[in-house]
């Protein structure tokens, strides 16, 4: 299932998600509090379903799911290790195995700690400094075990 990332109810819902109250929302975009909520019941079935549809497809079996976060924790049944999907605004959709990473010689090292960071932000998480980002994942997801 897509995710309209640049739709307005998703914007409400990345709003919701960082802390606003529905009331604000809709001074915001001036309009009633009751189509914010009927906007953000929808984003939040579209999100279950779209983080479902992720599971099913990569063979995760799911543990835990916060639509309203936008987080759904499980388990790779291919790789046999944890698993996270997350919808990050600025990155979309994603998914992250838990694993020892060879960090210091991956090529994607700076996607995965700018993906890391951005989503911590937009969770509004506090981390350590850290340049290894299988640590800062262990961290981050920890967190957000916390928010579920």
């Known amino acids: 299932m897509f995710l309209p990332l640049n739709d307005k109810q998703f914007e409400f819902w990345k709003l919701k998600r960082s802390g606003i109250l529905s009331i604000n929302i809709a001074r915001l975009f001036d309009i009633s509090k009751q189509a914010v909520s009927r906007a953000l019941i929808n984003m939040d079935e579209r999100i279950e379903k779209t983080l479902m549809e992720m599971a099913h497809s990569n063979q995760i079996e799911v543990e835990s799911v916060n639509p309203e976060r936008g987080i759904l924790f499980g ?3 291919p790789f ?8 990050s605004a600025k990155h979309g959709m994603q998914v992250w195995y838990e694993h020892e990473g060879n960090c210091g010689t991956c090529t994607r090292y700076t996607q995965c700690i700018e993906l890391l960071w951005d989503f911590a932000d937009e969770m509004k998480i506090k981390l350590e400094k850290t340049d290894d980002p299988t640590k ?3 961290e981050l997801f920890e967190k957000l075990r916390g928010l579920t």
């Open 80 to 87: 046999n290790a944890s698993a996270i999907i997350f919808v």
């Open 136 to 138: 800062l994942a262990d």
């Open 75 to 77: 388990h790779s049944v």
